[in-house]
């Protein structure tokens, strides 16, 4: 920061995080921002492709394979909807960006952990970031569980573009994007137990979803690439 003129964040989470180790610079967020087409018009995959029902209630992750993002959390709360069989979820991505391999000790401990409810999930592995918005048009809810202060995700964003309703946590700067069309549960020790609760209130509650979605597309209006560009370069200035 000494070195620096300026800092831009992509959050304000962040943004208070820089003030707090330098007040003599100018310091500010721009939002990420994301292609919304890509996501408005995406064609579902057939949902029988990955061996799900057309009458499956899909819940979908999408990010990298990590602990921070809560993965194993939202497993932990799958074991709880064993009741539920047309409850499922569905797992995208690898541990890291670009990781075709998809296998990791980490995800080895996921599907031990998730053995008893093998017939409820998923796992794709790492998926093109051009075809992600296909496997999301085919869901009907998005988790975003992370566990780490997350300064302000993509997957937040492209889930909103979707569409779909969002249960998340209350972390970084998640809640700047989808606030109000979101459900924000507190990452603590009954974090399973809250996504739990949150999956079964929308699964129960089509309407509830409904209203969620119609927030989800207004909101993602303010994260286009378009608008994050003249964001960007306006504070350069």
Not at 12 to 20: A, F, G, L, N, P
Not at 56 to 82: C, H, W
Not at 95 to 104: H, P, Q, R, V
């Amino acid at each position: 920061c000494k070195v620096c003129d300026k800092v831009i964040t992509v959050s304000d989470y962040i943004k208070r995080r820089v003030e707090t180790i330098s007040s003599n610079i100018s310091i500010v967020t721009v939002h990420n921002g994301i292609d919304l087409e890509r996501f408005y018009q995406a064609t579902p995959i057939d949902r029988k492709t990955l061996g799900f029902k057309n009458d499956d209630f899909i819940v979908v992750y999408s990010g990298r394979i990590n602990p921070e993002k809560g993965v194993k959390e939202l497993i932990k709360a799958f074991t709880q909807l064993k009741d539920y069989p047309n409850i499922k979820l569905l797992i995208i991505g690898g541990s890291f960006f670009g990781n075709t391999k998809g296998i990791d000790p980490f995800i080895i401990s996921l599907q031990e952990e998730s053995k008893g409810i093998a017939d409820s999930i998923v796992f794709t592995g790492f998926i093109p970031y051009e075809q992600i918005p296909s496997y999301l048009a085919m869901c009907d809810i998005a988790v975003v569980p992370s566990i780490w202060e997350d300064p302000f995700p993509t997957t937040i964003l492209e889930a909103m573009a979707t569409g779909l309703p969002i249960i998340t946590t209350n972390s970084g700067g998640i809640a700047e994007a989808c606030e109000g069309c979101a459900i924000i549960i507190n990452k603590n020790k009954s974090i399973a137990d809250n996504i739990y609760n949150s999956i079964l209130k929308l699964y129960r509650n089509v309407e509830v979803g409904k209203k969620m979605t119609d927030h989800c597309l207004r909101q993602s209006l303010k994260f286009n690439k378009g608008e994050y560009a003249i964001s960007f370069f306006n504070s350069l200035q």
